[in-house]
Structures are given as C-alpha cells and as structure tokens.
C-alpha cells in the first residue's frame, strides 16, 4: 500500500507555471506506475499524465501534451508534474495516483489506478 499528497496548487494568471508534487510514503515507488489526473467543476475525472516506473516512459493527454512534463525520484520517493504555459481550461483539482504493477504498461484510465491523493486545487486566471 502507499499513501500520496499533493502539493504545490494555487492560483495564478494565463501563462504562469506551477509544479505540483506528490509525496509517497508505504511500499517503494519503484513498484508504481504513477499517474496524474485532474477535475474541473462539472466535469470527469480526466487523465493527464502518467510515468512507468522506471521513470524511462511519459504518456500524456493531448490538451497538455509540449506543456506539462511529469517526472518522479524513486529514492525520493516523490513524484512531480511540471506545467507551463497554463491557461484557464486547465483549472482543476489535479490528483496524484498510483498503479501498482508487475509490467511495462502505462494505464491512462481511473480504473486502473489503485492509490489517489487529496487533490490540490489550480486555478488559472485569463
């Protein structure tokens, strides 16, 4: 099992970047995919990014795809979502997730996802 916290949301202008962290703490990181996903008012839980474990493999979605760059430091035991050039649809509570698994997949659905955050609130204004 492993716990996750986010941190690192807020509220910023059009443009702006913001890192959001996910700290780990149960099992090693190692075994996890790690994953992050967001929900704005209204709307899914959508996915935006995910690592393998190794940290050698990124998938995103295409709305952050040249924006967002998601990374992780097993030792660390912490993962991190970069995101650049923010623009007001990207408001949301993002959430940090973890997927334990045995092979070189990268689920990109909430399902597959076992461990979730709190969730950290970014809200980007035009």
């Known amino acids: 099992q492993v716990q996750l916290v986010e941190s690192g949301g807020g509220l910023v202008q059009a443009g702006a970047s913001l890192r959001l962290t996910c700290e780990a703490s149960g099992r090693p990181l190692s075994r996890y995919v790690m994953g992050w996903f967001r929900q704005a008012p209204g709307k899914e839980r959508e996915f935006v990014a995910a690592i393998n474990r190794s940290g050698e493999r990124t998938l995103y979605a295409d709305s952050v795809e040249d924006r967002f760059t998601i990374s992780r430091n097993n030792a660390k035991m912490t993962a991190a979502l970069e995101m650049n050039s923010l623009k007001p649809e990207d408001t949301a509570v993002y959430y940090c997730?973890?997927?334990?698994?045995?092979?070189?997949?990268?689920?990109?659905?909430?399902?597959?996802?076992?461990?979730w955050g709190q969730g950290t609130q970014v809200t980007v204004s035009s």
């Open positions: 997730a973890a997927d334990f698994r045995l092979n070189e997949i990268i689920p990109t659905t909430r399902n597959d996802f076992d461990y």
